[in-house]
C-alpha cells in the first residue's frame, strides 16, 4: 500500500488549504485513515482521523471546527480541509492508514511522505 500527499503550500494566516492523499496498492475502504502532523523541532503529532467508511470523525483540539477531513472511497483518496490556518499550523503533514484509525501513531501501518505546509502572519 502506497500512500502520496500533497497539497501543501505556502499561505497567509487566514487562509485555506486542501490537503490529498491518494492511496494506491488496495482499495482505500480497507482502512481507517489520519492525518498527523510534524513541527521543526517537535514529535509528530495527530491531527484527524476518519474511519473506513467515512461516517465518524475525530479531531485534535487544536484544529477542531478549522480542519474537516473527508474521503472518497471511489477515487481511493482521502482530504484535509485546512480553514482558518494559523502560523502554529506550519508543519509537515502526513497522511496514513491503517486497520483501526484512532489518534495514535501506532494504529497505522502506511505512511505518506508527507507535505509542508507554511502559514505566514
Known amino acids: 500500500v502506497q500512500l502520496q500527499a500533497s497539497g501543501g503550500g505556502s499561505v497567509q494566516a487566514g487562509d485555506s488549504l486542501r490537503l490529498s492523499c491518494a492511496v494506491s496498492g488496495r482499495p482505500v475502504i480497507a482502512y481507517g485513515a489520519g492525518w498527523f502532523r510534524q513541527a521543526p523541532g517537535k514529535e509528530r503529532e495527530f491531527v484527524a482521523a476518519?474511519?473506513?467508511?467515512?461516517?465518524?470523525?475525530v479531531y485534535a483540539n487544536s484544529v477542531k471546527g478549522r480542519f474537516t477531513t473527508s474521503r472518497d472511497n471511489a477515487k481511493n483518496t482521502v482530504y484535509l480541509q485546512m480553514n482558518s490556518l494559523k502560523p502554529e499550523d506550519t508543519a509537515v503533514y502526513y497522511c496514513?492508514?491503517?486497520?483501526?484509525?484512532?489518534?495514535?501513531?501506532?494504529?497505522?501501518?502506511?505512511w505518506g511522505q508527507g507535505t509542508l505546509v507554511t502559514v505566514s502572519s
Open positions: 476518519i474511519s473506513r467508511a467515512g461516517a465518524m470523525t
Open positions: 496514513a492508514a491503517g486497520v483501526s484509525w484512532s489518534f495514535t501513531i501506532r494504529s497505522y501501518s502506511y
